[in-house]
Every structure is written in C-alpha cells, then in structure tokens.
C-alpha cells in the first residue's frame, strides 16, 4: 500500500513539473509537431490495419448470432456501427497505443536517463519533464481523436466489406444499418475515451520511464510496466468513464 | 570559485560522503581522484545539484546554491557547462543541434547567430565537417569533444568533467585533458574534473583532492602528489607495475 501511495505521488509530482511553464514556447512548439509526426502520424498505419480486420470481425460475428428470421438484418451494420463507436474504436484503439506508443515512450525517456541526458538537461537549467513530457501529452490529445476517428471509418468499411463478401448482409441493408437510430452523442463519447487515455498512455509511460535507475534491463522493465499500467488504467476509466457519460 | 563546507550524503541510510570541505578556485583546473567507488562522481552531481545532499553547505561564488529552489538555480545552472562520463549528446540531434540546444533554449540569438557560435565552439575543439552526423555515428573521442562543444556554447564559469577520458585511448585521453585545461584557462572557467586516471592528475591537476571511501584524505598539487605521506593516496597512485618501478628506482 505504501508502495502504491509513493508510485501515485511520484506521478502527481512529476505531473506538476510537467504542466509548469515551459522555458522557450517556440523549442516546445517544434518537439510538439515532431511528436505529432512520431506518435501520432507512425500510428495511423497500424491503427488502420486492426480497425479493418475488427469490423470485419464484428461485422461476421453479429450476423453470425442473429441468425434469425425476426432480425432485419441492417441490424449487422448497426450492431457493427455502435460497437465501434461505443467500444471497440476508443477503448481498443487505446489499448493498442498503450502497447505501441507507450513501450515507445518509457524506453525512449529511460534510456535517456541511463545514458545521463536527463542530467545533462537539468544541468543546463531546463525543466527536463516539461521539455520532454509535455510536447508528447500534446500530441497524443491533439491526434489521437483523429486516430480514433480513422478507426471508426475503417472499421466500418471493414465490417461492410466483410459483410458483403461472405454474403451475411447486402449492401443496401449494411448502409441502411449504420444510419439507423444513429445518436451523434456517441461519436462525442468515443472522443472524450480517447483523450482521457492518450492523458493516461503518455503520462502513465514517462512516469516509468522517467524514474528508471539502473541500465538496459531496467528501461526494459519500465517499459512492460508503462504498458501494463495504462493498459489497466484504461480499462479502469473506460467502466468510470461509460458509466458517467451514458447513464 | 566553488567552495564546499562539511558535505554529507547518504543513500538509504548507508553513507557515501562524509563531512566533505573544500574549495575549487577559478581559472584552475581541480581535480578529483580516488578509487572507483569513492564518491567521485556523487561529490560532483552533489556540487551541480543532481543529487540533493544530507547537510552542508554548497558556495557558487557568495550563492548558497543548494539552499536556492528550482527556478532560482536554473540561473546558476545557465552558468555551468558539464561533461559527462558518456558524454550524454542528445541521440535524436545531429551534433550541430547538440551543440546548439543550450542557444536555442536560453538565447534569443538569429540562427545565423547561433550557428557561427557552434561552428567557433566545434572549431575549437577540433570537430570539422561533422555538424550533420548523429552521435551515434561518431567515436568516442569526437563525442566528449562534441560535448565538450555543448559545454562551452554558451560561456559558462563553470565546467564539471565526469570521468573525462574514461574508455578513450591514451593518445586521445591526452588531448581532452590538453583540451579541458586550454579551456578552463582561456575562458577563466573554474573546472572540476573527476578522474582516476593518474595521466591527467600528472597532466593538469593544478589541485587534486583525494577520495577514499567517502572521505577527504589529501589535498595538493600535481607537483605534490607524488612526495605525499598519505598511505591511501600512495597505495593509489602508485597502484600499477610502471608506477611501482618509478617510485623504487625515485628512492
């Protein structure tokens, strides 16, 4: 328990020595946009991909369990429709950058502090959390709702073309489905998820990776614990956070 | 000057300085020697303010520095230039951008401005036609002078060398110290190198403060090293065979 109180003060500490007003905007601007390009733009390639085969899947697995006269089935292309946007595109899509880009971000930021360029910040009087956190918070929230937005897309698409091809559902019946009893309310939700995990993803990360001491084998465990500690958070703010916006 | 009185400093409980006074005059070079494991390096990251220290006090001139907050030391901090054991350059920067990065964070300079100064600072430690290579491109002599490059880019008054020539060969470790003390002279720096390495204690230790096991045993000169009654210090400098052969054929 104490273990835990020193690991969640260590991170609301860190927290503020990030959030501190930065040194030089303009350095900060360009780490942002450098971030963006690294975290965000890197990811759009796999994020695409998982998307695809997540509708296609849903999509065959819908139809596959309303296998019954009584549906309609432009129910498959609602049902695919609401658990993308619900589910499936935030909080999977959160899970998957957690893995990506937060092992990315822990190993990035402890090697750095290993090989002393942490200290070497310091020395020269620059706020090394803001310089190096900050930008990467940034970013994330700045792209990660676009990431989020791809996803629901693909994932559609991917549950259309999936759908069509194995013969579960027409075209016309898909389209049908995905405009049907649409709520615009949900696309807010599955915004709001992902902004809140990508806080959780790149704070959680450089938070263990900023407090490595040791060598390689230590980066290595930091790296495993940013990932399996946001993804836990993640999980943990997706029950906290469903049951605030939609009840 | 850089002065030190009755430092302390433990990790865990387990004391690694203790009651550390001393003081590092301007324009010398200062050096700081004793076994691996003495307290070395936690004595300079003490003095720069890396780690914070048990009790003491810390002098910057007439600033108690390790009394001053974050904010009040990133002034201080402006002022000092450190060299690292594994030179630290940033992986991600090309060694001009390395060079660079403490103009671009606390100089409001053109960057035409800013680049004649890293190309003057990589001049002068002899880095040529390198400015677009990445450290990790270059050897390990190129990277402590390019960040020794880093160090000098914005004038500082203090210069802090962490073990300067660790993992470089003996002709090249020649040059760094060569390179530390034309510096720390032409820029009136005040210049704490740590080492082990009895070449540079030879070479450049105008005064020499001697480490064994947390603790201040001898203070001197190069000039007095070798004639000390200090049985550690002894057992230290004449550790190796070539050593032993001089000091037998001295007597």
Redesign the interface.
């Known amino acids: 328990m104490i273990k835990f109180l020193e690991l969640l003060g260590g991170y609301f500490i860190l927290l503020k020595k990030v959030l501190s007003k930065p040194?030089?905007p303009g350095?900060y601007y360009k780490q942002t946009v450098h971030e963006i390009v690294f975290l965000g733009l890197n990811s759009v390639g796999i994020i695409t991909v998982i998307s695809f085969f997540m509708g296609a899947v849903i999509t065959l697995q819908t139809a596959y369990n309303t296998e019954n006269p009584i549906y309609p089935t432009y129910l498959i292309g609602l049902g695919c429709r609401d658990s993308i946007l619900l589910e499936f595109s935030s909080t999977i899509t959160g899970l998957i950058l957690a893995g990506k880009v937060g092992s990315s971000i822990a190993s990035e930021i402890g090697?750095?502090r290993v090989?002393?360029?942490i200290?070497?910040l310091?020395?020269?009087?620059?706020?090394s959390a803001s310089y190096l956190i900050l930008p990467k918070i940034i970013a994330t929230l700045l792209f990660n709702p676009f990431l989020t937005l791809i996803s629901i897309s693909v994932g559609i698409v991917g549950g259309w073309l999936a759908g069509t091809s194995a013969g579960v559902v027409t075209s016309e019946d898909y389209i049908y489905g995905i405009q049907y009893a649409f709520i615009p309310y949900y696309v807010t939700y599955a915004i709001i998820k992902t902004l809140v995990f990508a806080f959780i993803i790149t704070t959680v990360s450089a938070f263990h990776g900023y407090r490595v001491e040791g060598g390689s084998l230590e980066v290595g465990q930091a790296s495993t614990k940013a990932v399996v500690h946001s993804s836990i958070l993640i999980l943990l703010f997706n029950v906290i956070l469903t049951q605030l916006l939609l009840s | 000057m850089i002065r030190v009185t009755s430092l302390n400093k433990s990790f865990n409980g387990q004391p690694v300085l203790s009651d550390i006074s001393v003081s590092f005059e301007a324009g010398k070079t200062n050096l700081i020697i004793g076994r691996s494991g003495s307290g070395k390096t936690v004595l300079l990251?003490s003095i720069?303010?890396?780690h914070d220290i048990d009790s003491g006090e810390i002098w910057y001139d007439e600033i108690l520095f390790n009394k001053l907050d974050?904010n009040a030391?990133?002034?201080i901090?402006?002022e000092?230039?450190?060299l690292?054991?594994?030179s630290?350059?940033?992986?991600s920067l090309t060694v001009e951008q390395n060079v660079r990065?403490?103009l671009?964070?606390?100089t409001e300079k053109s960057l035409e401005e800013k680049t004649d100064r890293v190309n003057t600072c990589l001049q002068r430690v002899n880095i040529l036609n390198s400015n677009k290579l990445l450290p990790s491109e270059l050897s390990g002599g190129m990277k402590k002078r390019v960040a020794i490059a880093r160090a000098i880019s914005l004038n500082p008054k203090y210069l802090?060398c962490d073990e300067p020539n660790s993992g470089l060969d003996p002709i090249t470790a020649i040059l760094i110290d060569e390179l530390i003390k034309e510096i720390t002279e032409e820029y009136s720096m005040t210049t704490i190198v740590n080492t082990h390495d009895m070449n540079s204690v030879m070479m450049i230790g105008e005064k020499i403060i001697f480490l064994s096991d947390g603790k201040k045993c001898w203070e001197g000169s190069n000039k007095e090293v070798l004639d000390s009654d200090c049985t550690t210090l002894n057992d230290f400098v004449f550790a190796n065979a070539l050593a032993k052969q001089l000091r037998k054929s001295l007597k």
Request: charged letters at 30%.
């Open positions: 040194e030089k350095v090697t750095m090989t002393e360029q200290d070497a310091e020395i020269m009087g620059v706020n | 990251k720069v303010g890396l974050f030391r990133k002034e901090r402006k000092m230039g450190m690292f054991q594994g630290a350059l940033f992986d990065f403490p671009d964070m606390f802090f």
